[in-house]
């Protein structure tokens, strides 16, 4: 299982269970997957974000934000990707 952990500008944390699986969407990488997401959230933009989580078979998503720290947790605690944008 993974949980996403995302630490805030003002150094608040948020834990997210991510399920078994999920999709990193990255503005960068691929610039179609991002737009496509960004229709699935009824937002025309968002400069403020850099990518997407998908988790739960597709059913959601999560914008992962620039001014954002984000970890992809295994299950027993330990960091299993950085995903934060460098």
Request: with cysteine; net charge positive; aromatic share 12%.
């Amino acid at each position: 299982m993974f949980i996403l952990r995302r630490l805030t500008s003002l150094n608040v944390e948020r834990n997210t269970v991510l399920g078994d699986s999920y999709v990193l969407i990255d503005m960068g990488k691929n610039p179609e997957a991002f737009s496509e997401s960004l229709k699935a959230m009824k937002w025309v933009a968002c400069p403020e974000a850099y990518g997407f989580i998908s988790y739960n078979e597709g059913q959601k998503l999560e914008p992962l934000y620039k001014d954002s720290t984000y970890f992809v947790m295994a299950s027993n605690g330990q960091t299993f990707a950085n995903i934060t944008k460098r």
